[in-house]
Nanobody, 122 residues
Framework: EVQLVESGGGLVQAGESLRLSCAAS????????VGWVRQVPGKEREAVAC????????HYADSVKGRFTISSDNAKNTVYLQMNSLKPEDTAIYYC???????????????WGQGTQVTVSS
């Protein structure tokens, strides 16, 4: 069974940093694409970043390029999201999502964690 557990969220001020972690289990980690998706109640979800563990390819939403960095530690089965220069508009629930078809959990076969709240005050 695929399990994804997020941690690292919290309350910070604008301009500060946070690092989110996604601990994965139940699947062959290096074969999966893992991403971070954020959701604000009442708004559409936004795919923030994605990493293909097989080759390390990464992709970012325009809204976070240059501020967020996704990385993966295959030895620890963990994906990280380093978030710098945080803005109030980054406030959301951040979910870790994964699949083995290169869609970073956004397809019908994706698995999701329970989410972690990130709040950025101005």
């Amino acid at each position: 069974e695929v399990q994804l557990v997020e941690s690292g969220g919290g309350l910070v001020q604008a301009g500060e940093s946070l690092r989110l972690s996604c601990a994965a289990s139940g699947f062959t980690f290096e074969n999966y694409a893992v991403g971070w998706v954020r959701q604000v109640p009442g708004k559409e979800r936004e795919a923030v970043a994605c990493i293909l563990n097989r080759d390390g390819f990464t992709h970012y939403a325009d809204s976070v390029k240059g501020r967020f960095t996704i990385s993966s530690d295959n030895a620890k089965n963990t994906v990280y999201l380093q978030m710098n220069s945080l803005k109030p508009e980054d406030t959301a629930i951040y979910y870790c999502a994964a699949d083995d078809v290169g869609l970073c959990g956004l397809g019908p076969s994706g698995s999701w964690g329970q989410g972690t709240q990130v709040t950025v005050s101005s």
